[in-house]
């Protein structure tokens, strides 16, 4: 079974520049998840979705981040105008629908740096 | 709140030894309680994770032991390893099916010296 893709794995912007994140999740899964982790933090969700539905979006700044999951399946994450503290990995992640246990499974994370 | 606190933030332990990161949970909502291990340039992965009904998990050498009074909940690593060395975050979730979402500690990175 595939893992959760990412792409791209790095990217350096300068600040004021936008960037965007694509996902493509586990085949199947309906809930995809959107985590911002700062160097040496635990993971923060920025949004969750429910097929193309948000589900939560409270931590996401809205003034500049902007995702879409269109179709129930890809995701894409976008930052614009990007700051110096946006410097993050974004790791997407997914999981089935049903059943509190379910494991929650990440990709490798898209690195962004913002000089 | 839904904040998870952990500890300690880095953690060195020779070859053989036991290593053992704690955590403590203030929503007393949370029902799952899962353990993730991250290794450089990779995404968290699921390692072993309990339910508050239970006081103890066990899946080989990781361990879980839950204190559901004391809100706190920690993990042990028995007979640790040098490929044991990695960042652990634990976590916890609590909400319908639909809306579950982990809430992260800050990390412990682990280093097992040979």
């Known amino acids: 079974e595939a893992g959760v893709a990412q792409s791209p794995r790095y990217k350096i912007i300068e600040k004021r520049q936008s960037v965007a994140f694509w996902c493509n999740p586990i085949?199947?899964?309906?809930?995809l998840y959107w985590y911002q982790q700062i160097l040496g933090q635990g993971p923060k969700l920025l949004i969750q979705?429910?097929?193309?539905?948000?589900?939560?979006d409270s931590q996401l700044p809205k003034d500049r981040f902007s995702a879409e999951r269109l179709k129930g399946v890809d995701s894409t994450l976008k930052i614009q105008p990007a700051k110096l503290e946006d410097s993050a990995v974004y790791l997407c992640?997914?999981?089935?629908?049903?059943?509190?246990?379910?494991?929650?499974?990440f990709g490798e994370g898209s690195w962004l740096t913002v000089v | 709140q839904q904040q998870v606190k952990q500890s300690p933030q880095s953690l060195i332990v020779q070859k053989g030894g036991i290593s053992i990161i704690n955590c403590a949970y203030e929503?007393?909502?949370?029902?799952?309680f899962p353990w993730y291990q991250q290794f450089p340039g990779k995404g968290p992965a699921l390692l072993i994770a309990i339910r508050p009904d239970v006081s103890e998990k066990k899946e080989g050498r990781f361990t879980i032991s839950f204190n559901k009074s004391a809100k706190q909940f920690s993990l042990h690593i028995m007979d640790s390893q040098p490929g044991d060395s990695a960042t652990y975050f634990c976590?916890?979730?609590?909400?319908?099916?639909?809306?579950?979402?982990?809430?992260f500690g800050s990390g412990t990175r682990l280093q097992v010296q040979p």
């Open positions: 929503n007393t909502a949370f029902d799952y």
């Open positions: 085949s199947g899964h309906a809930t």
């Open positions: 992640a997914s999981k089935k629908t049903g059943g509190y246990g379910n494991t929650i499974y």
């Open positions: 976590a916890a979730s609590v909400g319908d099916t639909g809306r579950r979402a982990l809430t």
């Open positions: 979705f429910q097929n193309n539905g948000v589900v939560d």
